[in-house]
Each structure stands twice: as structure tokens, then as C-alpha cells.
């Protein structure tokens, strides 16, 4: 009897956690008995076939004896094909083959010829190596981009089973991946330009807005009047990704799958846009088995735009409430609980009534009171509350539609932007993320803005929480003002932004 022992990890959530692999021989049964325990789920069952094939066309063998292998901790459920490398490692552990797997980390997919295949979730494996000390990390080759971001741990992409072996056998002969984790790159060559919007300049100031203290926007006008288009554009005025931003951006798209082939840290802020048939997990995060991110998860640090507002199924859109309000997603299962980040910028548009020409001045709307208001129905208020700004989108005149006047570009926009968040990193946190308790403090307002502000709230009839938002909005209007202050056009202008309460909802 024979017992080996080699070092694994399971990602729950976007962290990796340590599962210990336990590998036994007993000469008493035959090749045939192949036992795994520690709550293994059908793709880790089914790798004893692979790994068998693997074993004997590497040219190992595989061990006449009763295999049992168990997957501690025994009490968290084991998914995923990754464990593949480890248990083989094991198995020739305890042949005898191979010796000395104490601080090594194993992830990855064997074929049946004993080649490697990429594996998710690498760069959460690796975070879990190097906090747990653990100096060698062997991952699929196409995945060690990936898992070299992270500093402290020597990163081996290996491609073949025979391969793991001789790195083990003989690691002088062998040199870890360089370290690439890089900052990202400032700005993206392929990001769409604000100069390409003709007209629009309020929805463009309102996104201008939006973008500088990190506030969702509703973005609501007829059909062809540039919603889409000013929402792709918004990516491109927000500041890059800092390191950590992107660190924990990648681990989520990493577990997603969604990662390239040899890709590294995501470089880009994420602009995700589902169609409005998408399903609860699909949007919020689950499934089946080991929940997965969800569309608000794989947005986080990015834009999560939603066209066609009101055709999204209006339980799915409740859900986007803990989201938006707690910047994570809590999925509870059965056998355990998981949480996602989603921290992200809602932009969502939608048309004024079922036709889409409510209030245009140029077509004739078709839609009765009673449709108008179901249609606008379908997003309930508790939703609208907490979206920072409503802006209306109109037709483009023919006149701006032809100018050869040259618009705003991204950057310059985004030169603002960047200074009026640099004024909101000082506080602690950016304008919609501000704590209420604080929200007298860094908006207080003079006589003149207390009026404006009360007048406000009384003819539009607004709730205590549109309130708090009209005064940090506000106070990102005067952060991009370069004033300490919050005056009565900053109020003004941030009450612009609720005008939507009083013109459809009202």
C-alpha cells in the first residue's frame, strides 16, 4: 500500500481555495477498482478514464492495484476537469515515479494522449498559490500568461504529462514564465469616439456626468436617435483600469471562460450588453451546479448597458437591485453560497412608448395614455430610484445632422473626468458610492440651493432616496466644475437629470 499526497484548487466565487488530493494503492484489488470520495461531481468522476489512457500513451503505465483518491476538504463539492494533472501526479506518486510535489501546485485537463488543456480560473489559482506560500504553480501552456500576473510564484505552462514529469525529475533544466502583470494600457486603440455623435449634447453631458462619479443613467428618446451609439462610447471616457481593477476584472472573465487563448490581464473596461431575452442566471449569475457569473458580474468595473429597457422580463430586472445598490450578487445554492462582484455603471435605454415616437415632434406616436403607461410600467419605481440620471435622447436635426463642425473627442472628455474623479479619491470613495452619512458633509448647500432643491422635491413629488441622488450627482457636477461647493447650478443642473419623473412617470 501506497499514499501520496499533491496540492490543488477549486474556485468558489472568484477565489481559489486549497484542495488537497490523497492518493492510495492497495495491492489487494485489481486495475479495475478506481474509487474517488470528497464530493466529486460528474466531470471530475469521469476523469479516471482519462487519466488512465493519459498514464499508458505517456508511456508510465498504470499500477495493478485498487486506485482510491480523495479530494479534501470532503464536505465542498469538486467541479471542473482540472483536477486531471493533480490526480495523475498522484497516481505516479505512488508508483514511485515521481517524488517531491510538497510545494508544487497542479492545475489542468488531460486528453487521452496525456497533452494538456487550458483550464478557468487560473489567475484565482494562482492568487491562492502565493498566498498559501506555495512557490510552484504547473498550469495548461496556454493559460500561464494568465496565471503570471501574479508576482511570488513561479509559473510553469506545461503542455504534455511526460513534460510535468521531467520538470519534477530535473527543474534546473526548466525556467518559470516571466512575470507580466503589467498596468494596463492607458487608453484603447479600438474604443469608439464621441466625435463620431452628431449632436446630442445633452445626452453627451449627461454621460460626461455619469462617467465622473461613477452614477447609472436611463437613457430614453425614439428609435434612431443615437442611444446605442453614445452608450459604446462611454467605455471611452472612463479611466483605465488601475492593477487591482484589472486583477480582480480578469478573474472573473477567467472563470467565465470569456478569456483568450494566451491572454493576461484584461486591458479594457468591460461594456457588456445583453439582449433583452436573457434569463435571471444568465443576467444576475447561477445555473445549474457550480454557479457562474452572470452578465452584472462580468461587467463589474465596466459598463452594463441595456438596450430596450422595458422589454427585459420585469422580474429579472427586480433582480438588479442588490447589484446595484451592495456592487455584489449573493447566490445561494444548497450546497453552498457564492458571491460575485458587480460593480459596475447601469446605462439603459429605452424608447418613450410602445411605437416610439411619444413626444416627437416630427411623427405621429400611435399609442394610447393606457399603452403609453403600461409600457413605462414595466420598469417599477423602486428600479427608476436607483438610477442617477434620466436624460432624453431626441431625433437629431437634419441641420446638426450635416454640419461639418467637429465634435468633442473622447479624450478631451475624458480629461475632465479624470480630474473630477482625482477630486473624489481624495474623500475615500467616488460621488454614487458615497456613504448617506456623509452625504451633508461633502454636499452642503447655501439658501440659494436649499430652495432650488425643495422646489424640486415637492412639484416632482421625489422619494427620500432620489434626494440623496440629486445631491451627489450634483456634487459631481461641481467636482467637474473644479468648485469645493455645491451652488444652486449644480443643483439645478442635477435636477435636469430627475426631469424624466415629471415628464413620463408623473
Given at each position: 500500500?501506497?499514499?501520496?499526497?499533491?496540492?490543488?484548487?477549486?474556485?468558489?466565487?472568484?477565489?481559489?481555495?486549497?484542495?488537497?488530493?490523497?492518493?492510495?494503492?492497495?495491492?489487494?484489488?485489481?486495475?479495475?477498482?478506481?474509487?474517488?470520495?470528497?464530493?466529486?461531481?460528474?466531470?471530475?468522476?469521469?476523469?479516471?478514464?482519462?487519466?488512465?489512457?493519459?498514464?499508458?500513451?505517456?508511456?508510465?503505465?498504470?499500477?495493478?492495484?485498487?486506485?482510491?483518491?480523495?479530494?479534501?476538504?470532503?464536505?465542498?463539492?469538486?467541479?471542473?476537469?482540472?483536477?486531471?494533472?493533480?490526480?495523475?501526479?498522484?497516481?505516479?506518486?505512488?508508483?514511485?515515479?515521481?517524488?517531491?510535489?510538497?510545494?508544487?501546485?497542479?492545475?489542468?485537463?488531460?486528453?487521452?494522449?496525456?497533452?494538456?488543456?487550458?483550464?478557468?480560473?487560473?489567475?484565482?489559482?494562482?492568487?491562492?498559490?502565493?498566498?498559501?506560500?506555495?512557490?510552484?504553480?504547473?498550469?495548461?501552456?496556454?493559460?500561464?500568461?494568465?496565471?503570471?500576473?501574479?508576482?511570488?510564484?513561479?509559473?510553469?505552462?506545461?503542455?504534455?504529462?511526460?513534460?510535468?514529469?521531467?520538470?519534477?525529475?530535473?527543474?534546473?533544466?526548466?525556467?518559470?514564465?516571466?512575470?507580466?502583470?503589467?498596468?494596463?494600457?492607458?487608453?484603447?486603440?479600438?474604443?469608439?469616439?464621441?466625435?463620431?455623435?452628431?449632436?446630442?449634447?445633452?445626452?453627451?453631458?449627461?454621460?460626461?456626468?455619469?462617467?465622473?462619479?461613477?452614477?447609472?443613467?436611463?437613457?430614453?428618446?425614439?428609435?434612431?436617435?443615437?442611444?446605442?451609439?453614445?452608450?459604446?462610447?462611454?467605455?471611452?471616457i472612463l479611466p483605465?483600469?488601475?492593477?487591482?481593477?484589472?486583477?480582480?476584472?480578469?478573474?472573473?472573465?477567467?472563470?467565465?471562460?470569456?478569456?483568450?487563448?494566451?491572454?493576461?490581464?484584461?486591458?479594457?473596461?468591460?461594456?457588456?450588453?445583453?439582449?433583452?431575452?436573457?434569463?435571471?442566471?444568465?443576467?444576475?449569475?447561477?445555473?445549474?451546479?457550480?454557479?457562474?457569473?452572470?452578465?452584472?458580474?462580468?461587467?463589474?468595473?465596466?459598463?452594463?448597458?441595456?438596450?430596450?429597457?422595458?422589454e427585459f422580463p420585469?422580474?429579472?430586472?427586480?433582480?438588479?437591485?442588490?447589484?446595484?445598490?451592495?456592487?455584489?450578487?449573493?447566490?445561494?445554492r444548497s450546497v453552498?453560497?457564492?458571491?460575485?462582484?458587480?460593480?459596475?455603471?447601469?446605462?439603459?435605454?429605452?424608447?418613450?412608448?410602445?411605437?416610439?415616437?411619444?413626444?416627437?415632434?416630427?411623427?405621429?406616436?400611435?399609442?394610447?395614455?393606457?399603452?403609453?403607461?403600461?409600457?413605462?410600467?414595466?420598469?417599477?419605481?423602486?428600479?427608476?430610484?436607483?438610477?442617477?440620471?434620466?436624460?432624453?435622447?431626441?431625433?437629431?436635426?437634419?441641420?446638426?445632422?450635416?454640419?461639418?463642425?467637429?465634435?468633442?473627442?473622447?479624450?478631451?472628455?475624458?480629461?475632465?473626468?479624470?480630474?473630477?474623479?482625482?477630486?473624489?479619491?481624495?474623500?475615500?470613495?467616488?460621488?454614487?458610492?458615497?456613504?448617506?452619512?456623509?452625504?451633508?458633509?461633502?454636499?452642503?448647500?447655501?439658501?440659494?440651493?436649499?430652495?432650488?432643491?425643495?422646489?424640486?422635491?415637492?412639484?416632482?413629488?421625489?422619494?427620500?432616496?432620489?434626494?440623496?441622488?440629486?445631491?451627489?450627482?450634483?456634487?459631481?457636477?461641481?467636482?467637474?466644475?473644479?468648485?469645493?461647493?455645491?451652488?444652486?447650478?449644480?443643483?439645478?443642473?442635477?435636477?435636469?437629470?430627475?426631469?424624466?419623473?415629471?415628464?413620463?412617470?408623473?
Amino acid at each position: 500500500m501506497a499514499l501520496f499526497k499533491t496540492k490543488s484548487a477549486a474556485v468558489y466565487g472568484i477565489d481559489a481555495h486549497l484542495i488537497d488530493i490523497e492518493v492510495d494503492l492497495y495491492s489487494s484489488g485489481s486495475a479495475r477498482d478506481f474509487v474517488m470520495v470528497g464530493m466529486p461531481d460528474i466531470a471530475v468522476r469521469e476523469s479516471r478514464e482519462r487519466i488512465k489512457s493519459a498514464l499508458y500513451h505517456s508511456g508510465f503505465g498504470y499500477p495493478n492495484k485498487a486506485v482510491t483518491i480523495n479530494l479534501a476538504p470532503a464536505n465542498v463539492r469538486k467541479e471542473g476537469a482540472g483536477f486531471d494533472l493533480p490526480m495523475a501526479l498522484g497516481i505516479l506518486g505512488a508508483m514511485g515515479t515521481v517524488t517531491g510535489l510538497d510545494r508544487h501546485m497542479l492545475v489542468g485537463e488531460l486528453s487521452l494522449d496525456g497533452a494538456i488543456r487550458p483550464v478557468r480560473g487560473v489567475l484565482s489559482v494562482a492568487v491562492c498559490a502565493r498566498d498559501l506560500g506555495i512557490r510552484n504553480l504547473i498550469v495548461p501552456a496556454e493559460n500561464t500568461a494568465e496565471a503570471a500576473v501574479v508576482e511570488g510564484v513561479d509559473v510553469y505552462g506545461m503542455r504534455h504529462l511526460a513534460e510535468v514529469v521531467a520538470l519534477i525529475a530535473r527543474p534546473a533544466e526548466f525556467q518559470p514564465a516571466a512575470h507580466n502583470g503589467t498596468r494596463p494600457a492607458e487608453e484603447s486603440a479600438t474604443a469608439p469616439d464621441f466625435r463620431d455623435v452628431r449632436g446630442q449634447t445633452m445626452a453627451k453631458r449627461a454621460l460626461e456626468v455619469a462617467a465622473a462619479g461613477v452614477h447609472n443613467v436611463l437613457m430614453i428618446g425614439p428609435p434612431g436617435s443615437g442611444k446605442t451609439m453614445l452608450a459604446k462610447r462611454l467605455a471611452g471616457i472612463l479611466p483605465p483600469l488601475t492593477f487591482e481593477e484589472a486583477i480582480e476584472t480578469t478573474k472573473v472573465h477567467s472563470i467565465a471562460g470569456l478569456l483568450r487563448g494566451g491572454a493576461g490581464l484584461l486591458h479594457d473596461r468591460p461594456f457588456r450588453a445583453p439582449h433583452h431575452t436573457v434569463s435571471d442566471a444568465g443576467l444576475i449569475g447561477g445555473g445549474s451546479g457550480m454557479p457562474r457569473p452572470g452578465e452584472v458580474s462580468l461587467a463589474h468595473h465596466g459598463v452594463l448597458f441595456l438596450d430596450e429597457f422595458p422589454e427585459f422580463p420585469r422580474d429579472v430586472l427586480e433582480m438588479l437591485r442588490q447589484p446595484i445598490e451592495e456592487g455584489s450578487v449573493t447566490i445561494a445554492r444548497s450546497v453552498m453560497t457564492v458571491c460575485f462582484p458587480s460593480d459596475f455603471m447601469l446605462v439603459a435605454a429605452m424608447n418613450p412608448c410602445g411605437c416610439g415616437f411619444y413626444g416627437d415632434a416630427t411623427r405621429e406616436c400611435r399609442c394610447t395614455p393606457a399603452l403609453i403607461q403600461r409600457y413605462l410600467g414595466k420598469i417599477s419605481g423602486p428600479l427608476l430610484d436607483r438610477i442617477d440620471i434620466h436624460v432624453e435622447v431626441p431625433a437629431v436635426p437634419y441641420k446638426e445632422l450635416r454640419e461639418n463642425s467637429c465634435a468633442e473627442s473622447s479624450a478631451d472628455i475624458r480629461g475632465r473626468v479624470d480630474c473630477a474623479r482625482a477630486r473624489q479619491q481624495a474623500r475615500g470613495f467616488y460621488n454614487s458610492r458615497m456613504p448617506s452619512r456623509l452625504v451633508r458633509k461633502h454636499c452642503a448647500l447655501n439658501e440659494a440651493g436649499e430652495r432650488t432643491l425643495e422646489m424640486a422635491m415637492r412639484r416632482m413629488g421625489l422619494s427620500a432616496r432620489a434626494h440623496d441622488r440629486i445631491l451627489k450627482v450634483a456634487r459631481t457636477v461641481a467636482d467637474l466644475d473644479d468648485s469645493e461647493t455645491v451652488s444652486a447650478k449644480h443643483i439645478a443642473e442635477a435636477v435636469q437629470y430627475r426631469s424624466l419623473d415629471r415628464n413620463y412617470w408623473s
